[in-house]
């Protein structure tokens, strides 16, 4: 068993929460508003009334015609708020700016160099309809996609909003992806306009994104029209008829502009993943379950109120900016905090000094970011002033009881609590996730969030305590995506097939005596480098489309800080000679095929690799061996001199 693993078993160390928290939380005025007295109870009575729960929650958010059912449940397919007419948009800016929150900031927006913009409630909106009357202009509409590729600045989250308020459908590709991604992202969402900037900071250094975005744009049909930010002022070639600045184009729009009336079932976006085949996912999500479930959960978890300053430190480009620091943090009228750099740049005291000079209330990182601060050592959140933090949080991948425990004495000075929150892409919003009232177990993600039905099951689908089975939920939830993009069968397939109506979460986990959830990490081939996900078939076909690879393995090693390294093995074509330029070559054209995330960091050229009879490489072996591990049973495999080959190669 790895290290990691081992240690999260034998965690038992429990944690309470002040009084103070307990009783000031928004989950527990809401429990006392309703007679509840216990968090078991809490999580009994929604589960017994999940009508009753989203009802409830739904009516915080203003629908233009109210819905007449709260869900219907055809496994596996879920509807929320049915016939109700909404727009994620309205709740978001067009009704704070009636009310006082129209002069609050949405956003602090930071810049690696230092620059600060800000924008109000009222800023945001006025920008947003600018923006969408743009779009207006070139005949995008409702039902239409747009793919955007841009770094965290503010006009992310302004492109974003734009197009949901005249119902268009937006698909963001992280900027760290590389043009290739890109080029296949909108091309398989058949996008009508991109957009994208000039270039941004990482670590001092400017990234030409309008180049990648003009390789992309070589071979994307379906794109008229290529917006680009002007952001870091390098240079970039404009292309004739088809690339408008956003600043030109803005100039003259009008700040007003009507919010389409859309279903609660209207898509909202497109958010490709990663999943098992080479072929990223293109998750789906709505606008009124999804508004419902990301605002509820963030109001509950992280417990925000309006005077709170918010900071949920990832990148607008995966799920967890989509949720939290887009739709939800927007719903609920808070401030948030975006910055636009690297945690550590110029020196690993940037994020702390942030948290002083804006007076952070609630923060909201990564395990791997937080190893990464574990190494750098707590000299640097020392210099800081951290008193202004009341919660913490954690997402994206297990988090071990050491990095817990540091980032609980020397973030929260042993006051805060932490919110190791469970969720996916695909969930939409935490699903397994502490309350502010919970005792915490520092490397559990705690209990399912009110309503929630999650379980761990064996291969025979029985429940299992305190044993490793397949992560699973049994119910629907408002913010569930609702299919795959232009592949409703793979839906099908990945996610209902294994265990009749009961979604696969494609996690491991353990569900300790008190019902607490132990996260172990993926069962299928998918990669958790420094939480994004990674599919093994995306980087293996990117090294075969290497002309000297005739094979490729991929499997995760782990790695102290990042959680899983990626490592690979190639089998060369005859005449190409193993050579550390080869090799180095090879880890590039990975990083050019997909992006920076997804370049291995060991590449080893071996003679052969374990397959079956049927000549499929057995990656479990390579695994085990990659981590020092016993290769278990060989007896299947049709090569097993190909073991030796690999030792020689570690
Ligand atoms: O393996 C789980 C891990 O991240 C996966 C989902 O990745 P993605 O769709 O990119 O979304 C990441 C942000 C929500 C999960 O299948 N994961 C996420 N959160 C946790 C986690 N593993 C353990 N503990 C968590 N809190």
């Known amino acids: 068993m790895p290290k990691d693993l081992d240690a999260l078993l034998r965690e038992e160390r429990v944690f309470e929460p002040s009084e103070e928290i307990v009783e000031n939380s928004n989950i527990k005025k809401w429990m006392r508003k309703h007679d509840i007295e216990s968090y078991d109870q809490l999580l009994e009575r929604s589960k017994n009334d999940v009508e009753w729960f989203w009802d409830e929650m739904a009516k915080d958010l203003e629908w233009f015609e109210p819905y007449n059912i709260v869900y219907k449940w055809k496994p596996p397919h879920v ?49 947003v309809n600018k923006f969408a009357n743009a779009l207006k202009s070139w005949g995008v509409g409702k039902g239409d996609r747009v793919s955007i590729y841009l770094p965290m600045i503010l006009e992310l989250p302004i492109a974003m909003l734009a197009c949901a308020k005249i119902g268009a459908i937006h698909s963001v590709v992280f900027s760290g992806f590389s043009a290739k991604a890109f080029q296949e992202r909108s091309n398989d969402a058949e996008s009508k306009v991109a957009i994208t900037a000039d270039g941004f900071q990482r670590r001092g250094k400017i990234i030409n994104l309008k180049a990648n975005a003009d390789e992309a744009m070589k071979d994307a049909p379906t ?97 967890t900016g989509h949720s939290y620091i887009v739709y939800a943090p927007l719903i609920l009228g808070v401030t948030s905090i975006m910055y636009e750099g690297t945690p550590d740049y110029p020196d690993p005291g940037r994020f702390w000094r942030m948290i002083e000079k804006y007076g952070v209330t609630v923060f909201y990182t990564a395990p791997t970011t937080i190893r990464m601060f574990m190494k750098f050592g707590e000299v640097w959140p020392q210099k800081c002033d951290l008193s202004s933090l009341r919660l913490l949080g954690s997402v994206g991948e297990p988090i071990n009881p050491e990095a817990w425990i540091w980032y609980y004495k020397n973030i929260g000075n042993d006051r805060c609590p932490i919110m190791d929150t469970w969720w996916q892409t695909e969930t939409g919003m935490f699903l397994i996730t502490p309350l502010p009232i919970a005792k915490l177990k520092p490397g559990s993600a705690v209990k399912p969030f009110p309503t929630v039905q999650a379980d761990v099951l ?76 990674i599919s093994t078939a995306e980087v293996e076909s990117a090294l075969v489309s290497h002309d000297s690879v005739a094979e490729a393995a991929v499997v995760g090693k782990p790695d102290a800080i990042k959680g899983e390294e990626i490592s690979a093995f190639v089998i060369l074509k005859q005449g190409f000679k193993a050579t550390d330029n080869l090799k180095a070559v090879l880890k590039k054209h990975v990083r050019t095929e997909i992006g920076p995330i997804a370049q291995p960091a060991y590449l080893s050229c071996v003679e052969d690799l374990p397959k079956t009879r049927s000549g499929k490489i057995m990656r479990r072996v390579i695994k085990a061996k990659v981590r020092g591990e016993p290769v278990g049973d060989i007896s299947t495999l049709a090569n097993p001199e190909a073991v030796d080959g690999l030792d020689k190669a570690i």
């Not at 067009?94 to 800023?123: P, Q, S």
């Not at 795959?484 to 494609?506: A, C, H, V």
């Not at 008190?514 to 172990?520: N, T």
Request: aromatic residues 14%.
């Open 79 to 127: 509807k929320w708020f049915l016939n109700g007419k909404f727009n994620i948009v309205h709740n978001a800016l067009d009704r704070h700016v009636k009310t006082a929150k129209k002069d609050k900031f949405a956003y602090i927006w930071e810049g690696e160099a230092g620059k600060v913009r800000k924008l109000t409630y009222h800023d945001l909106y006025r920008e």
């Open 223 to 319: 794109v008229e029209k290529l917006i680009v930010v002007k952001h870091a002022e390098n240079d970039v070639n404009m292309h004739e008829g088809r690339d408008i600045w956003w600043h030109e184009i803005i100039e003259n729009m009008d700040d007003e502009c009507e919010t389409e009336i859309m279903d609660s079932e209207d898509t909202l976006y497109i958010l490709y993943t990663s999943g098992t085949t080479g072929k990223p996912k293109g998750v789906l999500h709505i606008h009124g379950g999804y508004a419902v479930g990301t605002s509820t959960t963030l109001k509950f978890v992280f417990d925000l109120k309006d005077d709170d300053i918010w900071w949920c430190a990832a990148d607008i480009g995966w799920v």
């Open 458 to 533: 064996s291969d025979d689908c029985k429940s299992l305590t305190e044993k490793g089975g397949h992560l699973v939920l049994k119910t629907p939830w408002p913010s569930m995506f609702r299919t795959l993009y232009k592949d409703p069968q793979r839906y099908i397939d990945t996610y209902w097939s294994m265990f009749e109506n009961i979604y696969l979460s494609g996690d491991v986990a353990r569900k300790d005596k008190d019902g607490y959830f132990w996260v172990q990490g993926r069962e299928d081939d998918v990669l958790n480098v420094a939480g994004h996900r």
